[in-house]
Each structure stands twice: as C-alpha cells, then as structure tokens.
C-alpha cells in the first residue's frame, strides 16, 4: 500500500508526536468500522499512525519514502546488508581505534561487485558455449537421447538464473555504495601523519625550537 502517511492524518510534515496521536485519534474514532466507518480507510490511518509514531521509522520514510520501510526493495535490503558487514567488521577488529571500518566495507563492497562482475561474464561465456554445443549435436526425433537437449536447456536457465542474481546483487550493493556515502569515519591523531606533511629539515626544525619552527634567539 502506498500513501502519504501525512496527508492521511492531515498533519504536517513538522508535525510533533502528540499533534499526530491527537489527529490519530479523531480520525480512528471517525473510520472505526463499528461506528460505520470504511474497514479501508480505517487500516490506512493506523499504518499512518504506525509509521510516524516511530522516531526511526519516521525518519527513514522522510529521507527516502516507502523505499526505506518496505522490507523487500533495495534499499532495505542494502540496509541489512551493511548492517551485517558493520557487524563482521566489529567482531573482526581487535583494537577499534585503529581501524577505518567504513573504508574496510567500502573495499569490501567494491571487492564483491569486481566477483559479480567476473562470475556474470563466466556465465554468460558458458551459456554461448552450452548454445554452440546444442548446435553441433544432431539427434533423430524418436531418439531418447533427444532429451540431452533438456539437461543443456537446464544448465543455460540456470546460468541465466546465476546471471540475474548477481545482477540484484549488484543494485543491492549500489544502493549500499549510496548509503555508506552518508558516514563518516573521524580517525585519531596519528604522529605519524606529521612526518606525511613536513620535509625532514623542517621536522627537525621544530623539534629544535620546541615545536615552534622557529630559530632560538639568545638575550
């Protein structure tokens, strides 16, 4: 079902929790089927009610609409899935300080899209090589080995399954790439980044002076 969970409560977008329970409220007194209300109408104002009640939900719903509560789009299931490899990669860090987690999903996302790349086109080498292989084969019609042709017109639906999988993989992970775009990862001051942004002479400059750059001056 879709609809504008606002404009079914007549509220606005700014609305606060109490103005929406209070328009909940005097509209499913309104729809209740026991008082003759339509059975439709008043489903439609609970999901409403449901939905912008909860601060998360409410909040995934204004950013990217219905795309973002319907368990079965992409975007949810993008969702999910770094949700996981936030997980994996949290189990998998010893010292958490010293480690880039975002950077690490973002090679991992970058490193399953290149294997879904590699194992789309496979696929589709071996389905022209299961064609030109029922090409060559020549079988009378009243020859049960006819139905070698069923077993290579099985392998191809199945690559052609394989194919299309991996494509939805790859909108998955697209969705992820769009998503992770949205964090940030803050890293700790590493001494070492100074040794990165100063010539070796100036270093030792300010190591000389006391971190100031500057020559020493005598009284």
């Not at 969970?5 to 329970?21: M, N, S, W």
Request: net charge neutral.
């Amino acid at each position: 079902m879709r609809f504008d969970p606002y404009e079914t409560l007549g509220v606005d977008r700014k609305a606060t929790r109490e103005q929406i329970k209070s328009a909940f409220r005097k509209l499913a007194m309104e729809c209740h089927p026991d008082r003759g209300g339509n059975v439709e109408r008043f489903h439609e104002v609970n999901e409403a009610h449901k939905l912008l009640s909860n601060e998360e939900s409410r909040r995934d719903y204004d950013l990217n609409g219905f795309a973002a509560i319907d368990p079965k789009s992409p975007f949810e299931i993008a969702l999910k899935t770094l949700m996981d490899l936030f997980n994996q990669a949290i189990e998998q860090s010893i010292d958490m300080m010293d480690v880039d987690i975002v950077l690490g999903i973002e090679r991992t996302i970058e490193l399953t899209v290149k294997t879904s790349h590699d194992l789309i086109f496979k696929s589709e080498q071996r389905i022209k090589s299961l064609n030109r292989l029922k090409k060559k084969i020549k079988v009378e019609d009243r020859s049960p080995l006819y139905r070698v042709f069923n077993v290579i017109d099985r392998r191809v639906r199945a690559e052609e399954d394989n194919i299309e999988n991996m494509k939805t993989q790859e909108i998955i992970f697209d969705e992820a790439r769009k998503i992770l775009r949205g964090i940030q990862y803050k890293k700790d001051f590493d001494p070492w980044d100074l040794l990165d942004n100063l010539s070796g002479e100036r270093f030792f400059r300010m190591r000389a002076t006391g971190g100031t750059g500057n020559a020493g001056t005598t009284d």
